[in-house]
């Protein structure tokens, strides 16, 4: 079922006079890309930016990386959060580079106001600088250095669209959102990382694609190894994401 553009607005008034009408775009889609109802354009190409970090860090466990620095689940949510800044969020992120090795430095995203208002508040009182640690992206970074290394690739470009683990992320895209490839746009994040642009409902598709792997029994992969991997991979991120919200928002 599809509800037209000209009915699919969110409205806001004042005193019962409409001051503003938003546009709504929304698509549920089944793993296999089944469109099963849309608001909207479900076909309107939508720059994922954050929303993609589960498929960035399939690519990252994918390379190896957490069993080689020997980092956790709790670690790998980090990796798929935005977070609000808060100080388990920060000594997390230091900890992830210490254990690869790293510094505050390797970070190729900067500082910025947290989204917490609290957290906003108080670094006011104390007169904080945030720093590139602080980032609500920082997880994603220190998770993509540890993925670099994890390749024997350099760490000072990880964040560079010709990376070969940006190149691996951009290929994992394609493939969980059902697109040939090198189909998908790519522009650039706020956090200086590439961002991937794809249709509403391939965005949607992936989601579906990682909740069904999370439960999914393995015995029904028909054998294929790596399938079989994959699907375990995926399910890890996702119950990394729902074990530890704490990391993945705050």
Same mark, same amino acid.
């Given at each position: 079922?599809?509800?037209?553009?000209?009915?699919?607005? /969110?409205?806001?008034?004042?005193?019962? @006079?409409?001051?503003?009408?938003?546009?709504?775009?929304?698509?549920? &889609?089944?793993?296999?890309?089944?469109?099963?109802y849309?608001?909207?354009?479900?076909?309107?190409?939508?720059?994922?930016?954050?929303?993609a970090?589960?498929?960035?860090?399939?690519?990252? !466990?994918?390379?190896?990386?957490?069993?080689?620095?020997?980092?956790?689940?709790?670690?790998?949510?980090?990796?798929?959060?935005?977070?609000?800044? +808060?100080?388990?969020?920060?000594? %997390?992120?230091?900890?992830?580079?210490?254990?690869?090795?790293?510094?505050?430095?390797?970070?190729?995203?900067?500082?910025?106001?947290?989204?917490?208002?609290?957290?906003?508040?108080?670094?006011?009182?104390?007169?904080?600088?945030?720093?590139? &640690?602080?980032?609500?992206?920082?997880?994603?970074?220190?998770?993509?250095?540890?993925?670099a290394?994890?390749?024997e690739?350099?760490?000072?470009?990880?964040?560079?669209?010709d990376?070969? !683990?940006?190149?691996?992320?951009?290929?994992n895209?394609?493939?969980?959102?059902?697109? +040939?490839?090198? +189909?998908?746009?790519?522009?650039?994040?706020?956090?200086?990382?590439?961002?991937?642009?794809?249709?509403?409902?391939?965005?949607?598709?992936?989601?579906?694609?990682?909740?069904?792997?999370?439960?999914?029994?393995?015995?029904a992969?028909?054998?294929?190894?790596?399938?079989?991997? %994959? /699907?375990?991979?995926?399910? %890890? @991120?996702?119950?990394?994401?729902?074990?530890?919200?704490?990391? &993945?928002?705050?």
């Amino acid at each position: 079922m599809r509800t037209p553009l000209s009915t699919g607005f /969110v409205v806001t008034d004042r005193g019962g @006079v409409v001051e503003n009408r938003h546009a709504v775009h929304a698509a549920i &889609v089944d793993s296999e890309g089944t469109l099963l109802y849309s608001v909207g354009d479900p076909n309107r190409i939508t720059l994922a930016r954050s929303a993609a970090k589960p498929a960035q860090a399939l690519t990252i !466990l994918e390379t190896g990386a957490l069993e080689k620095y020997h980092l956790n689940d709790a670690d790998l949510a980090l990796m798929c959060a935005s977070h609000s800044s +808060e100080d388990h969020h920060i000594s %997390r992120a230091r900890a992830i580079l210490s254990s690869i090795s790293a510094s505050e430095e390797d970070l190729q995203c900067g500082g910025h106001v947290p989204v917490s208002s609290t957290v906003h508040h108080a670094w006011i009182k104390a007169d904080f600088t945030p720093t590139p &640690v602080c980032s609500n992206c920082s997880g994603k970074h220190a998770g993509m250095i540890a993925a670099a290394k994890a390749l024997e690739a350099d760490i000072g470009s990880y964040h560079l669209p010709d990376h070969p !683990l940006q190149e691996r992320i951009r290929r994992n895209v394609d493939d969980i959102c059902g697109l +040939e490839p090198g +189909e998908s746009k790519w522009g650039l994040d706020g956090c200086n990382l590439p961002a991937p642009a794809f249709p509403l409902n391939c965005l949607a598709r992936m989601y579906a694609s990682f909740a069904t792997a999370a439960s999914q029994d393995l015995s029904a992969t028909n054998g294929k190894e790596d399938h079989a991997s %994959r /699907v375990t991979d995926m399910s %890890r @991120v996702f119950n990394a994401m729902a074990r530890y919200p704490e990391n &993945v928002g705050g």
